[in-house]
Each structure stands twice: as structure tokens, then as C-alpha cells.
């Protein structure tokens, strides 16, 4: 069952908007998607950060769902690398070319598994 974690109205849709917005859903008993809405900054990055902990305490599988996150900056890097070490089973779905580009200019891409579309097991 998703768990909406948002600043955001239910069913709007945050982009540009400075706002972030995080649903959390269960797929099987022990992987979690986090789907992320908007951008990931340092405005938003302790929302973002928050989401991937309580994701972890929840299950040890973690795909976060990036293919709606516009911009991904800095404090968003640094947070999917620590949850990478906590979980080095993560995967993150990054379709968009800027967050794709954030992540390989960084080099944040060698050490995280980014793939372009959702993992068949989590797909509805």
C-alpha cells in the first residue's frame, strides 16, 4: 500500500514548484519503490534523505523511481550515495537526461546501479 510522504497536495504534481513529493510502496515482503516527484535540492534533500531511511528500515531491497525528478542536485547525490552503502542492492530509475547527466558528471553513476526503466519485479 503506497504511504504518501509529502509538503505537497495529494495528486498535484510538484514540479517547478519547489515542493517534493514521495510515495513509498511495498512490493513483495522486503522490497520498497520510493517514487519521487519534483526536485531534489537542498530544499528538499532532508525530505528526500528522511524518505530513503524510513525505506530502509522497512524493507533490505530499494528501488528509488527518479524517472519524474527534473533536477537532482548535490544534497540528492549524497544522500543515494549513503543509502547505497547501507544498500548496495539499491536501484535507481533515472530516465530523465538531467538527473541521468547529474549522476555521471559526478561519478555517482559507477557506484550505484542506475538503470532507464523500472526492474521487472516492480512493475504493476
Known amino acids: ?19 517534493l513529493f514521495l ?10 519503490v ?7 535540492d537542498v530544499a528538499t ?11 530502509d528500515a522497512r524493507c533490505t531491497g530499494l528501488v528509488v523511481d527518479l524517472s519524474r525528478v527534473d533536477f537532482l542536485g548535490c ?12 544498500n548496495p542492492e539499491m536501484v535507481i530509475v533515472a530516465s530523465g537526461h538531467a538527473v541521468r547527466r547529474a549522476l555521471k558528471v559526478t ?3 559507477s557506484g550505484l546501479d542506475v538503470r532507464g ?3 521487472e519485479l516492480v512493475r504493476s
Open 117 to 119: 526503466v523500472l526492474p
Open 107 to 109: 561519478g555517482a553513476d
Open 1 to 19: 500500500m503506497p504511504v504518501p510522504m509529502s509538503r505537497s497536495s495529494a495528486g498535484a504534481d510538484p514540479r517547478g514548484t519547489g515542493e
Open 45 to 55: 534533500a532532508d525530505q528526500f534523505r528522511a524518505a530513503l531511511l524510513r525505506c
Open 34 to 40: 520510493l517514487t519521487v516527484v519534483g526536485d531534489i
Open 23 to 32: 510515495t513509498i510502496t511495498r512490493r513483495g515482503d522486503d522490497t520498497a
Open 75 to 86: 544534497a540528492g547525490i549524497r544522500a543515494l550515495l549513503r543509502a547505497g552503502e547501507r
